[in-house]
T-cell receptor
Framework: AQTVTQSQPEMSVQEAETVTLSCTYDTSESDYYLFWYKQPPSRQMILVIRQEAYKQQNATENRFSVNFQKAAKSFSLKISDSQLGDAAMYFCAYRSPNTGNQFYFGTGTSLTVIP | KAGVTQTPRYLIKTRGQQVTLSCSPISGHRSVSWYQQTPGQGLQFLFEYFSETQRNKGNFPGRFSGRQFSNSRSEMNVSTLELGDSALYLC?????????????FGNGTRLTVT
């Protein structure tokens, strides 16, 4: 089974600053999809950004962008101009094209935004 | 469009009992997946249903079961509850089965087993 590793259990960032959350994964597949989800205290997981492995270009969604390094199996999330509302648990997830909607999640990074 | 709805939000059960959790997907979504979230194990895949058929199952004992109805609503059942079943159970729906269809999650059901 694929494994997803988030090595930073906790991170903090000053409001308006930039922070990068790390994620690595292990797979033997060449085609797959990667996601970052955010889970605020409300408990609902919210999709932040997604990346297709066959695309060289890094995905961006407003203040959120990724640094996808396929050879290194690394998928980090950069949050620019951090806002108080960005405080949450962030989960990196891997999805294989062969297992439907079975996602493999990392253990999460708790992000604190300091005013 | 209404989001994924899970009921109830909280449940307290006693060891040995059984429990049923409900999930209504986003309208038009035919795929429903269930995940268990605990502090120790993180998010773990339980199973996925598509058009009333179980498509995929995670590594959980047979006490965990589910089903999907013709309107895509899904239920998850846990029998003979154990203390270790205490967790947040998340349901997610998806528009398709393709790998680029993201999961849309509900708020979860917090199950406490005493």
């Amino acid at each position: 089974a694929q494994t997803v590793t988030q090595s930073q259990p906790e991170m903090s960032v000053q409001e308006a600053e930039t922070v990068t959350l790390s994620c690595t994964y292990d797979t033997s597949e060449s085609d797959y999809y990667l996601f970052w989800y955010k889970q605020p205290p409300s408990r609902q997981m919210i999709l932040v950004i997604r990346q297709e492995a066959y695309k060289q270009q890094n995905a961006t969604e407003n203040r959120f962008s990724v640094n996808f390094q396929k050879a290194a199996k690394s998928f980090s999330l950069k949050i620019s101009d951090s806002q108080l509302g960005d405080a949450a648990m962030y989960f990196c997830a891997y999805r294989s094209p062969n297992t439907g909607n079975q996602f493999y999640f990392g253990t999460g990074t708790s992000l604190t935004v300091i005013p | 469009k209404a989001g994924v709805t899970q009921t109830p939000r909280y449940l307290i059960k006693t060891r040995g009992q059984q429990v049923t959790l409900s999930c209504s997907p986003i309208s038009g979504h035919r795929s429903v997946s269930w995940y268990q979230q605990t502090p120790g194990q993180g998010l773990q895949f339980l199973f996925e249903y598509f058009s009333e058929t179980q498509r995929n199952k995670g590594n959980f004992p047979g006490r965990f079961s589910g089903r999907q109805f013709s309107n895509s609503r899904s239920e998850m059942n846990v029998s003979t509850l154990e203390l270790g079943d205490s967790a947040l159970y998340l349901c997610a729906s998806s528009a398709g089965t393709g790998p680029n269809s993201p999961l849309h999650f509900g708020n979860g059901t917090r199950l406490t087993v005493t």
